[in-house]
T-cell receptor, first 114, second 115 residues
Framework: NAGVTQTPKFRILKIGQSMTLQCAQD?????MYWYRQDPGMGLKLIYYSVGAGITDKGEVPNGYNVSRSTTEDFPLRLELAAPSQTSVYFC?????????????FGDGTRLSIL | GQQLNQSPQSMFIQEGEDVSMNCTSS?????WLWYKQEPGEGPVLLIA?????ELTSNGRLTAQFGITRKDSFLNISASIPSDVGIYFC???????????????FGKGTKLSVKP
């Protein structure tokens, strides 16, 4: 199993450009999450999804959009990139909503907005 | 939003020393998790705690779920160079999204080990 796969690993964008960060998991997990990690900080939840067709905002959703058309994929979209969105983005997944389900993380996408 | 206070922010220790770090919150959590993150990688789960007072070990690592449900600590015994990394605590509260709650992360403890 590949687990949680994120692409690309690195990307540099200009202000105002748009892009989609891809996340895929092959563990048949229902729950998927997008976090951002700023230097010296913990992870902050951007959006999450409890299943295909269902998404919900996390702590810092502004400037982002997500979709969940399949169980496997949970792309994160930046429509108008801003310098404040320079960060490392992590996707995670878990099987269900039981508190005994730990999250599995991808290796991250490092995004710089210049 | 809810916050976790994780301390210390960083530690510089000699190989063989024991390490202790902790997280506190003003809110009650029903789950505490400890993750380790190495450069260029995502967080990897070390220990998960689900009951107040629970003490769980994973090799040289031991973590406890505080009785008040507002804190947790992680101990690493006899540290070795490969323990280097950033350690994050994370808590789950029903008051923060989802039926069991989404995770809230501490800011991390950066551990450096001198051989």
């Amino acid at each position: 199993n590949a687990g949680v796969t994120q692409t690309p690993k690195f990307r540099i964008l200009k202000i105002g450009q748009s892009m989609t960060l891809q996340c895929a998991q092959d563990m048949n997990h229902n729950y998927m999450y997008w976090y951002r990690q700023d230097p010296g900080m913990g992870l902050k939840l951007i959006y999450y999804s409890v299943g295909a067709g269902i998404t919900d905002k996390g702590e810092v959703p502004n400037g982002y959009n997500v979709s969940r058309s399949t169980t496997e994929d949970f792309p994160l979209r930046l429509e108008l990139a801003a310098p404040s969105q320079t960060s490392v983005y992590f996707c995670a997944s878990t099987k269900g909503d039981s508190r005994n389900q730990p999250q599995h993380f991808g290796d991250g996408t490092r995004l710089s907005i210049l | 939003g809810q916050q976790l206070n994780q301390s210390p922010q960083s530690m510089f220790i000699q190989e063989g020393e024991d390490v202790s770090m902790n997280c506190t919150s003003s809110s009650i959590f029903n789950t505490w998790l400890w993750y380790k993150q190495e450069p260029g990688e995502g967080p990897v789960l070390l220990i998960a705690l689900y009951k107040a007072g629970e003490l769980t070990s994973n090799g040289r690592l031991t973590a406890q779920f505080g009785i008040t449900r507002k804190d947790s600590f992680l101990n690493i015994s006899a540290s070795i160079p490969s323990d280097v990394g950033i350690y994050f605590c994370a808590g789950r509260s029903r008051n923060y999204g989802g039926s069991q709650g989404n995770l809230i992360f501490g800011k991390g403890t950066k551990l450096s080990v001198k051989p």
